[in-house]
């Protein structure tokens, strides 16, 4: 769809927590993300298993499980594609200015791949249930019960200790839970850390997806939202590397995009493309989809998703240039298009106003056209003319925002 600067009337900013505390708020979109969830559990026991994954409070403070940071990411997905929220609202990325293109092909990113990024959500982090170990602060409660994977046995898949001590974990945290009728789940999360200071890891868990049983879990969700096969290879590549996309970006590092776009040399993919995939998926993961805790309390960190745009602008400034001449080519030709739909072109508004070719109408074709962006003021001919312009401008308004 054709914008000339943004399909929405810029509204004023609020924080990124502001928006994400609205997010969860939010019942249809909360209800939605819940829907998805429920129906990829009844269909994949593997997403069902996931979902009861113990989440680590020190990166995952929005809820004692994984099921809580899907449905997050979710819910934040939903409320962009139903245009309830526009990135460039969010004062963290209002801020970057120079930037503003980036935020919005984001956004239209994001609502174009819907179903890429739903299956990303979804498979993302399915390997961390066989992954799950524990370390536990020294002298803490944790660690008199036991809650010290051995070094030795961290990455190996086979110990039954393993699933042992996760399944020990899920009984005292559900015990634990019992006596907190009356608070939260971020609450009780939180309570049980500081009780307990049990420290939750999945090593490796994201190179998994290459594991022939994740890897068939991928294939069947793409298949199911019909994604093409270069799509689902993508997916992968993000899905192993998912974890190393926010200790790449702790700092602007424009080498790190350099990384990437190596990456997709190697494997055939457009590094353009791979890159853009790249930051929606840090967005929902890194940015939305992880919660935050210290002293004043839960919030939201950006700075990955913003050093990562700053990284690509340094790692080769002329390429961000050139993305930026052919975005405004394209959105000049989708531009034209509609004009030329609406009856707006230069040879319909040559019989409109019944003028020949030349400066006198070039000069009234910029006057009419730069209206219509709200980059002045329509010009008056007599009342017969001027309710057909309105009419053609109502045309290509109503088009413009669908």
């Keep these: 769809m054709w914008r000339f600067e943004s399909v929405h009337e810029r509204l004023q900013t609020r924080s990124l927590d502001e928006v994400m505390s609205w997010v969860e708020c939010d019942g249809h979109v909360s209800s939605h993300a819940q829907s998805l969830i429920g129906a990829a559990a009844a269909q994949e026991p593997l997403i069902a298993q996931s979902l009861k994954t113990p989440q680590d409070i020190r990166?995952?403070?929005?809820?004692?499980?994984?099921?809580?940071?899907?449905?997050?990411?979710?819910?934040?997905?939903f409320a962009v594609v139903e245009e309830k929220i526009?990135?460039?609202?969010?004062?963290?990325?209002?801020r970057l200015k120079g930037y503003e293109g980036e935020i919005e092909e984001l956004e239209e990113l994001l609502k174009e791949k819907v179903s890429f990024f739903q299956v990303f959500i979804l498979c993302h982090d399915a390997a961390k249930w066989p992954s799950v170990s524990f370390t536990s602060r020294k002298g803490s409660?944790?660690?008199?019960?036991?809650?010290?994977?051995?070094?030795?046995?961290?990455?190996?898949?086979?110990?039954?200790?393993?699933?042992?001590?996760?399944?020990?974990?899920?009984?005292?945290?559900?015990?634990?839970?019992?006596?907190?009728?009356?608070?939260s789940d971020r609450e009780t999360q939180s309570h049980f850390y500081l009780t307990y200071g049990i420290d939750v890891h999945y090593p490796h868990h994201a190179r998994k997806i290459h594991a022939p049983v994740f890897e068939a879990l991928l294939t069947r969700?793409?298949?199911?939202?019909q994604l093409p096969s270069r799509d689902q290879e993508m997916l992968a590549d993000l899905i192993a590397h998912h974890m190393?996309?926010?200790?790449?970006f702790l700092q602007v590092r424009p080498s790190r995009i350099e990384r990437y776009v190596h990456l997709s040399s190697r494997r055939g993919y457009d590094a353009d493309d791979f890159i853009d995939l790249l930051q929606g998926?840090?967005?929902?993961?890194?940015?939305?989809?992880?919660?935050?805790?210290?002293?004043?309390?839960?919030?939201?960190?950006?700075?990955?998703?913003?050093?990562?745009?700053?990284?690509?602008?340094?790692?080769?400034?002329?390429?961000?240039?050139?993305?930026?001449?052919?975005?405004?080519?394209?959105?000049?030709?989708?531009?034209?298009?509609?004009?030329?739909?609406?009856?707006?072109?230069?040879?319909?508004?040559?019989?409109?106003?019944?003028?020949?070719?030349?400066?006198?109408?070039g000069l009234m074709l910029r006057r009419i056209h730069a209206a219509i962006l709200g980059q002045g003021d329509l010009p008056k001919f007599n009342e017969k003319i001027d309710q057909e312009l309105e009419t053609r401008i109502t045309t290509v308004y109503q088009k413009m925002f669908l």
């Design 59 to 77: 990166y995952h403070a929005e809820g004692p499980v994984l099921h809580d940071h899907l449905r997050l990411m979710l819910a934040f997905l």
């Design 86 to 94: 526009h990135l460039i609202d969010i004062e963290e990325f209002r």
């Design 141 to 183: 409660k944790g660690e008199s019960l036991g809650f010290q994977t051995p070094r030795a046995h961290m990455y190996d898949q086979a110990v039954p200790e393993r699933m042992k001590r996760l399944n020990d974990y899920l009984k005292l945290y559900q015990e634990f839970s019992t006596g907190q009728e009356k608070d």
């Design 221 to 225: 969700f793409s298949q199911a939202h």
């Design 244 to 248: 190393e996309f926010g200790a790449d």
């Design 281 to 361: 998926c840090l967005l929902l993961d890194h940015v939305v989809g992880s919660k935050r805790l210290n002293p004043h309390g839960y919030w939201h960190d950006p700075s990955s998703l913003i050093h990562c745009l700053k990284s690509e602008h340094d790692y080769a400034p002329h390429r961000r240039a050139q993305k930026e001449l052919e975005r405004e080519n394209r959105e000049k030709k989708e531009r034209l298009q509609l004009f030329k739909e609406a009856g707006l072109d230069g040879v319909a508004l040559m019989d409109l106003l019944e003028m020949d070719p030349g400066p006198e109408f």
